[in-house]
């Protein structure tokens, strides 16, 4: 069941609801919506803050039942911490913590007055916007492959408004549409090996484009792009008995012949590391391994939502990196399908692989205006970067700030790291035309300086997603980053 959003403008104290959001600063500052209700449930609120009930701690939340002089059934009362420095990253924390509370409570239906809170330099739509992505990110479950054991909570939260005029209505479409890629990417994502694995993904992919206008859908086997020279994406591909897919989604939303823009993203459904075996602790993290190519989809799922006006091709190399007799091995070398050989130094630097083929396909058959790619590439932009920030790496600089700007306007944010030629010195190679590996220091780097070499004459970027794709621990479900990134970005060169 989708969460319905809707927008409303009822006064707090009189709106009919299981449940009203309002907000409080810190230092016993309310926002108007909470203002409204205190007085009218006779100084309620106001008494709790004094009390230290109510602390307007960043994302703290309490939750009042039945106050008298209100007509809702009960007040959720968020945190938004102090006033002078608030923001719009506080923002959307206050409201994914409000959403989270939310979830919690037996109420099926709520009304939101965070949307009305003042953020500087953003609008109503946006407001809710980032609003009703939070509380769709909150409502999600995995429950495809068991039961879940909650069972204790009966009432689902079905319908939420969010307070604000009408002007916000593109905001909110804008939202449900971005939803959905959202949801079709962490379900992906989350998938267990066994179920999702290159040809799951195809299946899913020609799901939608069946289900959609406009939309077409083409699949290469492990033989058509034998015949079409995808050496380096075969290598990887060949130690599994799940065979490999190449995957192409096309939209046109815009005029005939307008250059598409190009999504392409890594698709490995498990990466064991192959020869170059990863160590046990951990490494059923790499189920989460195509979430890169789960974004892409989950971007293209957005942007054919929203009907934007361009066209839009998206292309996923799905393949399983395995340990076998006949997995290719440090040593091998590849001739890719831009013609250049790869000498592979190590199985685990997989992802580049089968990258580089699907970077020259899609460069060759659809000559984009611009061409992103998103991958959980390397554990060293992890490091680098750490679970907050995607790195972005591009050579070219209106295209990086045209990223780094919808991750700005989304809070699904990148930061921009270089992909000087200093760097290219570290893929050198004795027996091949470049290594696929370039050694300790500076792994996110060289990984995309692999992919530079690919993407010549291209307008590229490249996303490095491993540390925002899943949220780490035992019960860590997939973010669906970058979908909202990628949507916006596409968003901003639609014509209007
Ligand atoms: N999928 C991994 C990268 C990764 C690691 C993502 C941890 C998220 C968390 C990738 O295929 C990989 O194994 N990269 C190697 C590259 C190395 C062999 C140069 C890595 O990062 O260790
Ligand atoms: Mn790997
Ligand atoms: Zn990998």
């Known amino acids: 069941m989708t969460l319905q959003f809707s927008l409303g403008s009822a006064a707090p104290a009189t709106v009919d609801s299981a449940c009203v959001l309002v907000g409080v600063y810190e230092q016993g500052v309310l926002t108007s919506a909470a203002a409204q209700l205190d007085s009218a449930a006779g100084g309620m609120i106001k008494r709790q803050v004094e009390s230290g009930d109510i602390s307007g701690k960043a994302g703290s939340t309490t939750v009042l039942f039945a106050p008298a002089g209100v007509a809702a059934q009960r007040v959720l009362v968020v945190g938004l911490g ?11 924390k206050v409201n994914i913590e409000a959403a989270r509370a939310l979830g919690r409570l037996p109420v099926a239906n709520a009304v939101s007055y965070l949307s009305e809170v003042e953020v500087p330099g953003r609008d109503s739509a946006w407001r809710v916007r980032i609003a009703a992505l939070a509380c769709d990110h909150a409502a999600y479950r995995y429950t495809a492959t068991f039961k879940p054991r909650d069972k204790s909570k009966q009432t689902e939260l079905a319908a939420l408004t969010f307070a604000a005029g009408t002007d916000a209505q593109g905001g909110l479409d804008q939202a449900v549409a971005i939803a959905e890629g959202v949801r079709f990417a962490r379900e992906l994502a989350n998938l267990p090996p066994n179920i999702c694995n290159p040809a799951y993904i195809a299946a899913q992919a020609q799901a939608f484009a069946e289900a959609q206008g406009k939309v077409s859908c083409s699949v290469l086997d492990e033989a058509a792009m034998a015949k079409l020279g995808f050496g380096s994406l075969l290598a990887v591909a060949r130690g599994s008995v799940n065979k490999p897919r190449l995957i192409a989604l096309e939209y046109k939303g815009g005029h005939d012949g307008a250059k598409p823009y190009a999504l392409v993203g890594k698709g490995v459904t498990f990466d064991s590391g ?7 602790a951990g490494m059923e993290e790499m189920k989460f ?41 440090p040593s091998d070398v590849l001739t890719s399908l831009s013609g250049l050989t790869i000498e592979v130094l190590n199985t685990d630097a997989e992802g580049r692989l089968i990258l580089c083929d699907a970077l020259t396909y899609a460069a060759q058959t659809y000559q984009p205006q611009a061409l992103v790619d998103a991958a959980t590439l390397t554990g060293a932009c992890v490091i680098a970067l750490g679970k907050h920030a995607t790195g972005l790496m591009s050579k070219h600089d209106d295209l990086a700030a045209e990223l780094l700007a919808a991750g700005e306007e989304t809070l699904d944010r990148a930061w921009r790291l270089p992909l000087w030629d200093d760097y290219q010195a570290q893929l050198e190679s004795g027996f091949a035309d470049v290594a696929n590996i370039g050694g300790k220091s500076a792994g996110a780097i060289t990984a995309g300086c692999f992919l530079s070499r690919f993407t010549d004459g291209q307008r590229w970027a490249h996303l490095d997603i491993a540390g925002t794709a899943w949220e780490e621990g035992r019960k860590g479900l997939a973010t669906g980053r970058p979908v909202a990134l990628l949507a916006q970005w596409l968003l901003d060169r639609s014509e209007q």
């Open 82 to 92: 102090a006033q002078k420095s608030f923001d719009a990253a506080r923002y959307q």
């Open 274 to 280: 192959g020869i170059s075996l990863k160590p046990g």
């Open 289 to 329: 391994d195509m979430g890169g190519a789960a974004g892409v989809l989950g971007a293209f799922v957005a942007a054919v939502k929203m009907g934007l006006k361009l066209n839009l091709v998206c292309v996923v190399p799905a393949v399983e990196n395995m340990p076998d007799g006949d997995s290719y091995r």
